[in-house]
């Protein structure tokens, strides 16, 4: 191979070629100086990619503005090319394609090449794609960005009568345009497709210009609720394709964080509604969390916290440093600490409390919490509701359960659950915030 051009240490995608300028390999790399300079170390090489080095005469390379577009980019120059030294195409594992199909309401779906070959699937192919967990990746990414519906397919629409059946699951939580309940024209929809298949193909900047143009429009025409739609997903775009945002299937990126938290609560109500009879839309805009910490019942303190909106509120946080019990008793602890809660109004009222802890502890919880609110606890291993079979929508103020033969749901939900999620997320801030406490007593009783 010739001498290796200049490069840069930014994401990017890079190919090897021969004498004929066949493209023998493609890759892509985070650090494209760091990753294309590890092929001059011949000695500590593989034998596949020792025999490329020696085939090689040339390197060119592309650089992109994130590790996102890298991905998308890589995918796309494999699927053209078929270059014979990527090992996706040569191994025994079957590679991985996003396939789009050719419906009136395409739908996007996932496809090995032995179903490729075996099918011949008419639409779009795109990839092949390195792992499965990669295609997953980037299509929880993309659907936040250009939501779709694998539901409708070849559906007939008719404006005047919508379809009459009950929405998608993804619907609830804005990742379908609602091509299943007859929310949105097939032309809106395909238009929404195209521009997610070239964002796939990554043509970014494109994509990213063609929004612009519409939003612009919109403004004009005074459409401000489609201005604001395209105006929302140009920020998540932005945010997606910096060159310092981490793919992860968890992003935590802020506007897609804030998606999260609204799943959280949108599923929250779900359960609320169906395990404790409460409205289907009941509030959840104050959430407070409660847990005990101590050593053997010594410096024991019991943390508040306050999650508004689905996000941690420290302004509204309070602490309660136990100190009628000096024995190990997690119980009267959270039952003391209730107590005290209740005698302050002025702090405002939870619309849900949770109780970190299994039924033991919800049954202590109830026993002293007289407002109207629902209390439910989450325990662990493995982490699950503790939800108490109470009609809460049809309970008085000031009245108790009948704790003698207490009764309960437990729900084990599965781990991706963005209500699971939701509740974890106020266990983990109220131990957090309990044990930061109960640590600085112990340190000023040592002190003492």
């Known amino acids: 191979m010739s001498v290796l051009p200049s490069l840069p240490s930014s994401p990017g995608v890079y190919w090897f070629l021969d004498a004929n300028n066949t493209v023998l390999y493609v890759g892509k790399a985070k650090n494209l100086r760091n990753r294309v300079r590890s092929y001059t170390h011949f000695l500590q090489l593989a034998d596949r990619t020792k025999q490329l080095v020696k085939v090689a005469t040339k390197v060119k390379f592309t650089e992109l503005g994130s590790d996102l577009e890298a991905i998308l980019t890589e995918a796309e120059l494999i699927r053209r090319y078929q270059p014979a030294y990527n090992i996706l195409l040569k191994d025994d594992k079957s590679p991985l394609y996003i396939h789009i199909t050719d419906e009136k309401f395409p739908r996007v779906l996932r496809i090995r090449k032995k179903e490729l070959n075996n099918q011949n699937p008419k639409g779009t192919i795109l990839g092949p794609f390195p792992s499965a967990y990669r295609v997953r990746e980037v299509l929880q990414i993309v659907r936040r960005i250009f939501p779709w519906c694998n539901e409708a397919g070849d559906r007939v629409y008719n404006p005047d009568s919508p379809v009459q059946m009950k929405p998608c699951f993804f619907y609830h939580i804005d990742l379908c345009p609602g091509a299943c309940y007859g929310k949105i024209s097939p032309e809106s929809y395909r238009e929404n497709i195209y521009q997610l298949t070239r964002f796939l193909r990554g043509k970014t900047k494109a994509v990213t210009s063609d929004l612009k143009a519409q939003m612009t429009a919109a403004v004009a025409a005074e459409d401000f609720e489609n201005a604001a739609r395209l105006r929302d997903m140009l920020t998540s775009i932005e945010i997606v394709t910096k060159p310092t945002a981490i793919l992860k299937p968890e992003l935590t990126t802020p506007a897609l964080t804030a998606q999260l938290e609204k799943d959280g609560l949108v599923y929250l109500q779900d359960i609320l509604a169906e395990y404790m009879n409460v409205p289907r839309r009941y509030p959840l805009d104050r959430i407070e969390g409660y847990d005990v910490s101590n050593t053997m019942g010594t410096n024991p303190s019991v943390a508040m916290v306050t999650f508004t909106e689905g996000k941690p509120d420290k302004a509204e946080y309070r602490l309660f440093n136990i100190r009628s019990i000096h024995t190990p008793n997690d119980y009267q602890m959270m039952k003391e600490a209730l107590a005290r ?5 002025e702090w405002g009222y ?7 802890g299994g039924k033991g502890q919800v049954r202590a919880a109830l026993s002293v919490w007289t407002w109207g609110t629902p209390l439910i606890g989450i325990a662990k291993n493995p982490d699950r509701l503790i939800i108490p079979k109470i009609n809460w929508n049809s309970r008085k103020k000031d009245e108790k359960p009948d704790l003698r033969k207490p009764d309960y749901h437990v729900l084990k939900l599965l781990e991706n659950h963005p209500g699971l999620q939701l509740i974890q997320r106020i266990r983990n801030e109220s131990h957090r ?12 009783s040592m002190f003492t």
């Open 341 to 345: 809660r209740q005698n302050h109004p």
């Open 350 to 356: 939870p619309n849900l409390v949770v109780i970190d």
């Open 433 to 444: 915030f309990s044990k930061k406490q109960h640590t600085r007593r112990r340190l000023k």
